[in-house]
């Protein structure tokens, strides 16, 4: 070995310990960061149109180490694929959250799909179409830090109080979009080798309640499960032939504060309903954060499915 190649070798692994470390700075800190849009050379484009009143283009930040995009004026299905001779038929629809003003297309978006994919399931991370944030990344930044009022911990229901509701949206672009989603997915099973009885919808947070959306008003989309990942709790009308659900939320998530609305919904409609309840892991831990009990979550998910035989493979 040459005088230069050990040098060069040193610099190699003091470069990629430097990169590693700052890396993790950048991982622990809540700060937003700017960041060029990634690649996407899979993303297929969904047609669904624009929106309307959009003052900026799409731009893409970094909080918490994860990529996160804003200001989605074109909607994109990006599918995640088992190997050759791994799938075993089995199809989901990716939603990431945030708030429907952005997207964290990592935690909850590519490392889930790559992680059902490994499994032998055909994942689609959906990117929506979402509503307009200001342009600048500092103006941006300011409205997200900016004050907010904090919802008691445990929300008044005595005397059967309904638990207030959050303010209504107009999801309208956002499940043209799903759908959108769902009947590419079907034209093209062949291709992607998918069973269409077994085409599922999982979403975290905002993405949550786009799949809980997609499931209670859509006409088109015949879901086969879902799962909502601490999305909202609140009781809904649960159509008759809405989906099984696995339902997964932390306590110490805001959005929980002691209410399980949902899942006494699809109880009570008989509709088989799985919920995971976890002591602890707060909001937007994807597929987990180090040392919290929510981290087995994925797991279990696919557990059941297994057990309720969305994994099983079709007879020639």
């Known amino acids: 070995m040459t ?26 800190d809540g700060t937003i960061y700017p ?3 990634p690649p996407e050379p899979n993303a297929i484009r969904l047609g669904t149109g624009g929106v309307d ?12 180490g994860d990529p996160m995009a804003r200001n989605i004026t074109v909607a994109t299905l990006t599918p995640f694929l088992p190997k050759a001779g791994k799938g075993n038929g ?20 590519w490392e889930v799909a790559q992680a ?10 959906l990117k929506y179409r979402l509503f307009p944030t200001p342009p600048a990344l500092d103006d941006f930044t300011a409205w997200m830090n900016r004050p907010r009022t904090t919802p008691p911990a445990s929300p008044d229901t005595s005397n059967n109080a309904t638990p207030p509701r959050p303010p ?21 099973s062949n291709e992607w080798s998918v069973d269409t009885s077994r085409i599922g919808m999982i979403g975290f947070s905002a993405g949550a309640g786009l799949t809980m959306h997609s499931t209670l008003h859509s006409k088109i989309m015949k879901l086969a499960f879902i799962g909502p990942i601490y999305g909202g709790m609140n009781p809904v009308e649960v159509p008759k032939n809405a989906p099984p659900m696995f339902n997964v939320i932390a ?20 509709i088989p309903v799985e919920f995971h309840l976890y002591q602890n892991g707060g909001h937007g831990f994807g597929l987990g954060n180090p040392n919290r009990t929510s981290n087995r979550w994925f797991d279990a998910f696919i557990h059941w499915l297994e057990v309720n035989q969305f994994l099983k493979k079709k007879s020639s």
Do not use: H
Request: overall charge neutral.
């Open 3 to 28: 005088r230069y190649t050990t040098v060069f070798i040193k610099s190699s692994i003091i470069a990629c310990v430097l990169l590693i470390l700052s890396a993790t700075a950048i991982a622990q």
């Open 168 to 188: 209504q949206m107009d999801l309208s672009n956002q499940l043209t979009d799903a759908e959108a989603a769902y009947a590419m997915i079907v034209k093209r």
């Open 90 to 109: 089995a199809a989901v629809i990716v939603s990431p959250g945030g708030g429907f003003r952005w997207l964290s297309m990592g935690n909850e978006g």
């Open 116 to 125: 059902l994919a490994d499994k032998g399931i055909a994942a689609f991370v």
């Open 35 to 37: 960041l060029t849009a």
């Open 53 to 64: 009143n959009q003052p900026a283009s799409e731009s893409w930040f970094r909080q918490w």
């Open 251 to 270: 306590t110490d998530d805001f959005l929980f504060g002691g209410q399980m609305g949902v899942i006494q919904s699809w109880f009570k409609a008989g």
